[in-house]
């Protein structure tokens, strides 16, 4: 798991990032909430805080009530 952690952190493509929100577990024990929005902001991709753990997907039924 670390190295693929790693590798992950270190995956640059041309510093190009093909998203325009990031949704963030404001409760998320794994990546911490400040550390993830910093990131997000410093790169002036819209966020949008979602009150979740970690693994968000049980508590949706579809796409369209997570968007």
């Known amino acids: 798991l670390k ?17 325009d929100t990031a949704f ?3 409760k998320d024990r794994i990546f911490p909430f ?6 997000w902001e410093e790169r002036n991709i819209k966020v949008k805080e979602i009150e979740n753990s ?7 039924k579809n796409w369209s009530d997570f968007i």
């Not at 693929?4 to 998203?19: M, S």
């Not at 400040?34 to 990131?39: H, I, R, V, Y």
């Open 3 to 19: 190295e693929e952690l790693i590798a992950i952190r270190d995956l640059k493509v041309n510093n190009f990032l093909p998203f």
């Open 24 to 26: 963030l577990s404001t």
């Open 34 to 39: 400040k550390n993830m929005l910093n990131f």
């Open 54 to 60: 970690h693994y968000i997907f049980d508590s949706y």
